[in-house]
T-cell receptor, first 117, second 109 residues
Framework: EAGVTQFPSHSVIEKGQTVTLRCDPISGHDNLYWYRRVMGKEIKFLLHFVKESKQDESGMPNNRFLAERTGGTYSTLKVQPAELEDSGVYFC???????????????FGPGTRLTVL | KNEVEQSPQNLTAQEGEFITINCSYSVGISALHWLQQHPGGGIVSLFMLSSGKKKHGRLIATINIQEKHSSLHITASHPRDSAVYICAVRRYNTDKLIFGTGTRLQVFP
């Protein structure tokens, strides 16, 4: 079974441009999470989808970031316009929906390294 | 102060040594994850714990809920164990993970 996949693996853009990151979760996983690690810092939560609905978007840094998950399958994270401080590695993770949260193991994608010049 | 603290930040070892990485957290949790990231690689989940101890090959993870502390042990370390090891907790009643800054481990032959 395929794991979580992310595209692209690397993206280099100039300040002010737009970038769209894509995440394909494991088939059948209704939970989808976006996380980000900026240089030298810990990984931080951005948002959580359950199917196509945003369950928690408390970690989204500002309104330049837009996440969508139309149809409840893959998700996109758009940054528009990109700023220098948006550089980092963006990780996606997915998990099944279970009654007990204790068993919702999250499986991570390889990440997208975004560099804003 | 971070809600999840790891120590040490960096660790070097000779092949064969026993290694311990510690994680302390300050919030109520429903689960704790130990994750591994090799240089240039993705994140791999090693363990998910809510109590007690788990073992997988040369890796052992323990958690003490009362003390809000977990340890990851590697027995008979090998250069291929060189990676960043990350502790992450799921705060009680949420699904999002809170991460430590990671421990960079280098094992030399």
């Amino acid at each position: 079974e395929a794991g979580v996949t992310q595209f692209p693996s690397h993206s280099v853009i100039e300040k002010g441009q737009t970038v769209t990151l894509r995440c394909d979760p494991i088939s059948g996983h209704d939970n989808l999470y976006w996380y980000r690690r900026v240089m030298g810092k810990e990984i931080k939560f951005l948002l959580h989808f359950v199917k196509e609905s945003k369950q928690d978007e408390s970690g989204m840094p500002n309104n330049r970031f837009l996440a969508e998950r139309t149809g409840g399958t893959y998700s996109t994270l758009k940054v528009q316009p990109a700023e220098l401080e948006d550089s980092g590695v963006y990780f996606c993770a997915s998990s099944q929906v279970r009654a007990s949260r204790s068993y919702n193991e999250q499986f991570f994608g390889p990440g997208t390294r975004l560099t804003v010049l | 102060k971070n809600e999840v603290e790891q120590s040490p930040q960096n660790l070097t070892a000779q092949e064969g040594e026993f290694i311990t990485i510690n994680c302390s957290y300050s919030v109520g949790i429903s689960a704790l994850h130990w994750l591994q990231q090799h240089p240039g690689g993705g994140i791999v989940s090693l363990f998910m714990l809510s109590s007690g101890k788990k073992k997988h090959g040369r890796l052992i993870a323990t958690i003490n809920i009362q003390e809000k502390h977990s340890s990851l042990h590697i027995t008979a370390s090998h250069p291929r164990d060189s990676a960043v090891y990350i502790c992450a907790v799921r705060r009680y009643n949420t699904d999002k993970l809170i991460f430590g800054t990671g421990t960079r481990l280098q094992v030399f032959p």
